[in-house]
């Protein structure tokens, strides 16, 4: 069995979606799990909608209700080539954009929003399916909220994951093609839920990690994983294989073609993730595996919205248990720290989640003098930044030489060095990264 998960961007038009369905069209015999995102640009309709419910107006909600539902309308008709089909989804649309209708009548709470969130995989998924069975495939269509849970700390609930899934294809065997719904869940209430922004590769991987498969494929619009940022810096070049810890640290630090933890349960599985493009399906695209390939840096990301905290205090930094007081704290408030520096009178760490920052600085003050810099961002060089390997974290300072760092992160792991610079600086620091890094080592 092959995972193959489809971006936005792959199933963005009808035209896209006939692609699709014939990249998955098996070979050899095997069988594909295809995961589907909402097409591009459907979340984001979906998110105005539950904002301008929330604000309680009805009559914006309406407004992009019915646009989008122009749209999908549009879709289905070039999606089908026989009346049967064209029909058949039509109906099911309408049924879609009459139930988010209904939510512009009823009270709106945080419950009522993820439903609505849902429904951009639940259409794409529907129409994949029926393009797939107006063609003669033998394709079935298994509810990810049947599937995908989430646990009481809102991480994905892999034994659950795994055991439903594995009943699922027990109880509908034989098929050439199931077709799932990324990004969607439920959580450990029951209720419908999600794996958050970019989440249908979260979705995807758990799967693949689940059913232990060769290889998870992300089919996404570019090829592969590039070396920088390619919508901020321009000459990025794809990089063709990285080991799963440095994705997982690209991921994780800002770079947004993939979820920032997809790559966690592949990883655990050993199971490879091979990024493609669904433009130019024939192009190597990258791999990402448990190879470790020795002798450069191999890309740089940046993740901003990050806030600095630094805690002075010559009193009792030293004083053992110091620290612990203080990770204590974020503890307590459930918010993670991505960066930490220590001196002897200080600590400085990073947060992106400022939801109880208040509260925090206000529990810190009790061990030192607390200062907070806002719109920061950590900026993330992965490669082989082993200890023993002279010089490379050089070639990384060197590009800094005209910009102001605020931390230094580097030894956390023999793959990443992470530096904090203002949000300002970010697109000059990227910039300077690939040209210190990676365009002069081909002059
Ligand atoms: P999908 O909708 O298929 O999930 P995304 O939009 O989430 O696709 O991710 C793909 C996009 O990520 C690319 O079009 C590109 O603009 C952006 N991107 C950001 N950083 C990188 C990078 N280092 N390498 C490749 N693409 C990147
Ligand atoms: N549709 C969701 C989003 O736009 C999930 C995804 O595309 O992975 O974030
Ligand atoms: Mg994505």
């Known amino acids: 069995m092959n995972v193959m998960k489809f971006g936005g961007t792959s199933v963005g038009t009808a035209q896209r979606m006939k692609d699709v369905a014939k990249l998955i069209t098996p070979r050899n015999g095997e069988q594909n799990f295809v995961v589907l995102s909402a097409m591009s640009g459907t979340t984001n309709s979906l998110v105005e909608i539950a904002d301008y419910l929330y604000k309680k107006n009805p009559e914006g909600a309406n407004t992009i209700i019915n646009k989008l539902e122009r749209k999908y309308l549009q879709h289905a008709d070039e999606l089908h080539t026989t009346e049967e089909y064209r029909e058949l989804t039509r109906k099911f649309l309408s049924e879609e954009f009459?139930?988010?209708?209904?939510?512009?009548?009823?009270?709106?709470?945080?419950?009522?929003?993820?439903?609505?969130?849902?429904?951009?995989?639940?259409?794409?998924?529907?129409?994949?399916t029926n393009l797939l069975l107006e063609t003669g495939q033998k394709a079935i269509l298994l509810n990810a909220l049947d599937i995908v849970r989430t646990d009481k700390n809102a991480e994905p609930d892999f034994n659950y994951i795994r055991e439903k899934l594995l009943a699922k294809?027990?109880?509908?065997?034989?098929?050439?093609?199931?077709v799932t719904q990324g990004y969607i869940c439920r959580n450990a209430y029951g209720e419908i839920d999600n794996l958050l922004r970019g989440g249908s590769d979260y979705t995807a991987c758990l799967i693949g990690a689940a059913l232990q498969t060769k290889e998870i494929q992300i089919w996404t619009d570019i090829d592969g994983i590039h070396n920088n940022d390619p919508r901020l810096v321009p000459h990025t070049e794809p990089v063709r294989q990285l080991y799963f810890e440095e994705a997982a640290e690209l991921a994780y630090f800002g770079a947004k073609i993939l979820h920032p933890t997809c790559i966690q349960p592949a990883k655990f599985a050993g199971v490879p993730v091979r990024l493609l493009n669904t433009m130019e399906p024939s192009a190597p695209g990258t791999i990402i595996n448990n190879e470790m390939q020795h002798g450069s840096i191999k890309?740089?990301?940046?993740?901003?919205?990050?806030?600095?905290?630094?805690?002075?205090?010559?009193?009792?930094l030293l004083a053992h248990g110091f620290l612990c007081k203080v990770f204590d704290i974020f503890e307590e408030y459930k918010t993670s720290i991505d960066m930490v520096c220590t001196s002897e009178v200080g600590v400085s760490v990073t947060i992106d989640n400022k939801s109880h920052l208040a509260d925090i600085i206000n529990e810190l003050k009790k061990y030192g003098t607390v200062s907070v810099e806002p719109n920061m961002c950590i900026i993330c060089i992965v490669g082989d930044l082993d200890s023993t390997n002279v010089g490379f974290e050089t070639r990384a300072m060197?590009?800094?030489?005209?910009?102001?760092?605020?931390?230094?992160?580097?030894?956390?792991?023999?793959?990443?060095?992470?530096?904090?610079?203002?949000?300002?600086?970010?697109?000059?620091?990227?910039?300077?990264?690939?040209?210190?890094?990676?365009?002069?080592?081909?002059?």
Not at 98 to 123: D, H, N, P
Not at 419 to 442: G, M
């Open 169 to 178: 294809l027990e109880a509908n065997p034989g098929y050439d093609i199931y």
């Open 299 to 316: 890309a740089v990301a940046a993740k901003d919205g990050i806030t600095a905290i630094q805690i002075q205090s010559s009193r009792m």
């Open 98 to 128: 009459t139930y988010l209708r209904s939510f512009t009548k009823i009270m709106f709470t945080s419950f009522e929003e993820k439903v609505i969130l849902a429904q951009g995989e639940i259409i794409s998924s529907n129409m994949m």
């Open 398 to 443: 060197m590009a800094m030489k005209n910009i102001p760092v605020r931390m230094i992160s580097y030894g956390g792991s023999n793959y990443n060095i992470s530096l904090l610079v203002t949000e300002k600086d970010k697109q000059r620091t990227l910039q300077a990264l690939s040209d210190n890094l990676f365009n002069q080592a081909k002059d």
